[in-house]
């Protein structure tokens, strides 16, 4: 199975601010199948991007996904207060379907 | 508005059962494939299984092959998940996700239940 590995594992930044979140596979995702999520405290993650870089219906295009191989990128490119959460890469270019262990971002 | 409620979580004790249930609604639920994914206390996200839409393909995690059971009824737009000789690994608070359109049972989930929380222990 595909391994993904999210770096950093915390992210320390202010409202205003970029973040830049990495995803990097340990194998090729194939057609850039992998997908971004967003877990606040106590409730379900959220779709962000599918296919690398295809934002979901109603997230704002200060959210933004690019990559392919082995190596993806997701950037924030104004933090908001809402914004401060984990956030997860999903691969589904191949079975099973698998998750990184997460990005949690913090406010500074 | 689509929406996915799960149900049926508590708590078990090891070799227990439990069925959780998710009610869908807001959208077509025939026409799309359903799987449960599971978040153990302070851990990231596991895939559990799959169902197509019609249900003739199921698909299941290594680690719990042969011990749940997955089952959707399009009548009641309702899916399923019949978890036999639980253990402790499989305390988790287990959601409900609808995967994307026109995705396999392998794809991302764009639509997703708030979770119910599955405790085995003794």
């Known amino acids: 199975e595909i391994v993904l590995t999210q770096s950093p594992g915390t992210l320390s930044l202010s409202p205003g601010e970029r973040a830049t979140l990495s995803c990097r596979a340990s194998?090729?995702?194939?057609?850039?199948?992998l997908a971004w999520y967003q877990q606040k405290p106590g409730q379900a993650p959220r779709l962000l991007i599918y296919?690398?870089?295809s934002r979901a219906t109603g997230i704002p295009d200060r959210f933004s996904g690019i990559g392919s191989g082995t190596d993806f990128t997701l950037t924030i490119s104004r933090l908001e207060p809402e914004d401060f959460a984990v956030y997860y890469c999903?691969?589904?270019?191949?079975?099973?379907?698998?998750f990184g262990q997460g990005t949690r971002l913090e406010i500074k | 508005e689509m929406h996915l409620v799960e149900s049926g979580g508590g708590l078990v004790k090891p070799g227990g059962s439990l069925r959780l249930s998710c009610a869908a609604s807001?959208?077509?639920?025939?026409?799309?494939?359903m799987t449960w994914v599971r978040q153990a206390p302070g851990k990231g996200l596991d895939w559990v299984s799959s169902?197509?839409?019609?249900?003739?393909?199921?698909y299941y995690a290594g680690s719990v092959k042969g011990r749940f059971t997955i089952s959707r009824d399009n009548t009641k737009n309702s899916v399923h998940l019949q978890m036999d000789s639980l253990r402790a690994e499989d305390t988790a608070v287990y959601y409900c996700?609808?995967?994307?359109?026109?995705?396999?049972?392998?794809?991302?989930?764009?639509?997703w239940g708030k979770g119910t929380t599955v405790t085995v222990s003794s």
């Open positions: 996700a609808r995967i994307g359109p026109g995705g396999d049972y392998y794809y991302y989930m764009d639509v």
């Open positions: 807001g959208f077509t639920f025939s026409s799309y494939v």
């Open positions: 169902i197509t839409s019609s249900g003739s393909y199921i």
């Open positions: 194998q090729s995702v194939s057609s850039r199948f």
């Open positions: 296919g690398a870089s």
């Open positions: 999903q691969q589904y270019g191949s079975s099973p379907i698998t």
